[in-house]
T-cell receptor
């Protein structure tokens, strides 16, 4: 079974721009969660989608948004980029029943200049 | 706010020794506990999960859970240089929610 895929793998943007990241979960998985990883803060939860609905949201500003499509693929958008948004953005998928294991994709490394 | 605490390390052990990694969590209602391994520049890889008090063994890895003490540990027997990585402890956010709360990780170095 193919793993979680994320595109693009690397991205360079400038302050004020916006960016869209994409995630395709493991086949059959209905839950997709997004995380931001930085050296200082570690792995922080952004939001979780299940059956096209946002089920849970972390403590991030409204510039961070996401959505999930009927095929469970998910996108994450960051508007008005700031230097502090430079990070590794990770997507994880799971069956969606709650409390189960999650499997991570390779991540998208975003650099904001 | 739910928190997961780990010693940042680095934890250095000689090849062949047992590495012991520890984690505490704040939410007494947490039900699911996970250990991930992350090599430098890579994404986290699931090693073990544990739901019940006691020990769970998988090959060279043993996860230990003590809910009364709100403590999770990971033992790596016969440590190899390839085990050198950052180990992340994660706790499920609770209920039907799928988010994980991560510790900041312990960096393990296994010396040949």
């Amino acid at each position: 079974k193919a793993g979680v895929t994320q595109t693009p793998r690397y991205l360079i943007k400038t302050r004020g721009q916006q960016v869209t990241l994409s995630c395709s979960p493991i086949s059959g998985h209905r839950s997709v969660s997004w995380y931001q990883q930085t050296p200082g803060q570690g792995l922080q939860f952004l939001f979780e989608y299940f059956s096209e609905t946002q089920r849970n949201k972390g403590n991030f500003p409204g510039r961070f948004s996401g959505r999930q499509f009927s095929n469970s693929r998910s996108e994450m958008n960051v508007s008005t980029l700031e230097l502090g948004d430079s990070a590794l953005y990770l997507c994880a998928s799971g069956p969606g029943t709650g409390g189960e294991t999650q499997y991570f994709g390779p991540g998208t490394r975003l650099l904001v200049l | 706010q739910k928190e997961v605490e780990q010693n940042s390390g680095p934890l250095s052990v000689p090849e062949g020794a047992i590495a012991s990694l520890n984690c505490t969590y704040s939410d007494r209602g947490s039900q699911s506990f996970f250990w991930y391994r992350q090599y430098s520049g890579k994404s986290p890889e699931l090693i073990m999960f544990i739901y019940s008090n006691g020990d769970k063994e998988d090959g060279r890895f043993t996860a230990q859970l003590n809910k009364a003490s709100q403590y999770v540990s990971l033992l790596i027997r016969d440590s190899q240089p390839s085990d050198s990585a950052t180990y992340l402890c994660a706790v499920n956010g609770g209920g039907s929610q799928g988010n994980l709360i991560f510790g900041k990780g312990t960096k393990l170095s296994v010396k040949p």
